[in-house]
């Protein structure tokens, strides 16, 4: 099983594999996949939209040993449905994957992440999952991705944060981000209702589409890549630092060297087994 992080910090992409490892069944190998290029944290429309290409390049260039599923760890970004259409293999989202257990478990469901900046995107998502109608809402606890290093803090911020939704009528509770895998059953014993950490939902209903020898449907949706020439964009790091011409275009970039073939469009190794 591939596990994507969403952001370029490997240290997070480690932490995330850590999660995934001890959610899946003995037997299931987990390997991490962190973007070569990207954000070091996705938190709003850019980072997302960065991110999902830089994961979707990922997936592309990858060149390590087969797998049978992917699982994207990026809660509430986008690129799930171009990865489908990508691979042959099944494709599991931590969002939707979280949201689907969730509502094996109560009637409603509320969703804490990170800065409240990011409750659009995961609303968004959300919708076009199909599992929207059960949340009662999205709530944020205040701290950045990169500020969830110390367990202590987040769980007072995620236990203060969750009051929201709770009131809300919210019966069960979700992690809204993959840096918080590990905390849901420290909050679940203190709030009294079920956490479902998104990476560890991922995980184990990837195995199950493998297990049942499901793949993601070529009908409609997610039929293949139409065959045309796509320029992937370079890896070139850019300062975090504002232009020093807000209102001027920037200038283009150097011609690139011609783009490989898109995954879909030549023979492949990454198909399921």
Excluded at 178 to 185: N, Q
Excluded at 211 to 232: E, F, N, Q
Aim: glycine share 12%.
């Amino acid at each position: 099983m591939l596990v994507t992080n969403c952001n370029t910090t490997r240290a997070m992409t480690e932490e995330i594999v850590a999660g995934a490892r001890a959610a899946a069944t003995p037997g299931t190998a987990v390997t991490g996949l962190t973007p070569a290029w990207g954000v070091e944290s996705a938190e709003g429309w850019l980072d997302s939209y960065l991110s999902a290409a830089a994961v979707l390049d990922a997936l592309r260039t990858y060149d390590g040993e087969p797998y049978d599923a992917v699982v994207m760890a990026g809660f509430g970004e986008h690129g799930r449905e171009g990865a489908r259409e990508l691979l042959d293999v099944p494709v599991v989202d931590i969002t939707e994957a979280a949201a689907h257990l969730a509502c094996l478990l109560g009637r409603r469901y509320g969703v804490v992440t990170t800065l409240g900046r990011s409750r659009g995107q995961i609303e968004d998502s959300l919708l076009t999952a199909g599992v929207a109608a059960h949340c009662v809402g999205v709530t944020g606890t205040g701290l950045g991705v990169l500020e969830l290093d110390d367990p202590g803090r987040v769980e007072k911020a995620f236990v203060a944060a969750a009051r929201t939704v709770l009131d809300a009528g919210a019966e069960v509770l979700v992690l809204g981000c993959a840096g918080m895998t590990g905390l849901e059953r420290a909050v679940s014993q203190r709030l009294g209702v079920p956490v479902v950490d998104g990476v560890a939902a991922a995980v184990r209903l990837a195995e199950s589409l493998v297990g049942l020898g499901l793949r993601t449907s070529r009908a409609g949706g997610y039929a293949r890549p139409v065959y045309k020439a796509r320029t992937w964009g370079s890896a070139t790091a850019v300062p975090n630092a504002p232009h020093p011409h807000p209102h001027r275009q920037p200038q283009s970039q150097p011609a690139l060297s011609p783009p490989p073939a898109i995954a879909a469009d030549r023979p492949d190794r990454r198909t399921a087994r």
